[in-house]
């Protein structure tokens, strides 16, 4: 009796017109803390794919690296350890040298402009450069800075000698050209070789410095744009492959640059939001940078547009083509810096 009492239940939870279709339940994985705007992104991403499906995909986010480590996302996509996962493709150097260049210091101004910018332009090299998986959208998070635990940096030249955590591979050459040392970690790793001193430094969005705890070790602040990081959101394929037509559409429609936009803006917000509350706490020192030391950081950043153009030749690109497209994105979407 309650097992027929259950499955009139799910019938009910069924729209007629998928009645027939086959019902899957989604792994949605990503590597940071379940308090992270990211959790509800992939919740809300969950609901609309299965409000749309009829409710015959289901879904369940795995939050804080429960399903593997946050570097090895993408290929946990690839290999279906997960279904839909949050990837950082800086974490792997030279593996997708095309969207590297979002990565670029100075480039975008805005995190739902810049992500909708970035999901626009990359589509059609996601299809080369991410073909192991279904490229589902691309976002950023909004412009960030270096956060320092044992001096203030205001010029390049403050890096030389320095222990930094980067961000990705961009901002670990950057920190390289500028005398440093590289501390590769992930996010949730950072607080930690900050406090043992294997790390001086990160480069890190705002708010992200309270929610992973680096504000109880870190003391000094730059408040400036100094560089983004790309992310995407990639699926399985062969789980998108066993779905129906009608499915395939659900997903489709919750995996392009409106959705991008959706993931991007929020999460921007939620970062901005961290200036003024560093600002507010004790024993903590913000501060601008003059115009004149803002020009030293672009010059000092010119070698990596060199660096990203070359790693997209010898991948068979046109970095010239894919940079004046990029650019006309953004441009598009008021999100080029200036």
Known sequence: MRKAFLALLLAASVTPAFAQEKTFELKLSHWVPASHPLQKALEDWGAAVEKESGGTIKYKVYPAQQLGKAFDHYDMARDGIADVTYINPGYQPGRF?????????????????????????????????????????????????????????????????????????????????????????????????????????????????????????????????????????????????QMSAMQKKAIDNNCNTEAAGRVGGPWGAYENSGVDKIKALADHEVYKITPEQTALWKKASEPLVKTWADNVKKAGGDPDAAMAELRAELTKNNALAQ
């Open 97 to 241: 040298p095309i969207i590297g260049a979002g990565e670029l210091p100075f480039l975008m101004s805005d995190a739902k402009g810049g992500s909708m910018a970035l999901d626009a332009w990359y589509r059609k090299y996601a299809e080369k450069e991410m073909k192991d998986v279904k490229f589902c959208l691309g976002f950023i998070h909004s412009p960030s800075t270096f956060h320092s635990r044992t001096k203030k940096i205001v010029v390049p030249d403050d890096v030389k000698g320095m222990k930094i955590r980067p961000a990705h591979a961009t901002m670990a050459n950057y920190v390289t050209l500028l005398g440093g040392t590289n501390v590769q970690s992930s996010a949730p790793e950072v607080r930690d070789i900050i406090e043992r001193g294997v790390a001086d430094a990160v480069t890190f969005p705002w708010g992200s410095v309270l929610l992973f705890g680096i504000d109880k070790v870190t003391k000094y602040h730059i408040e400036a744009p100094l560089y983004v990081t790309t992310f995407a959101f990639v699926m399985n394929k062969d789980k998108y492959n």
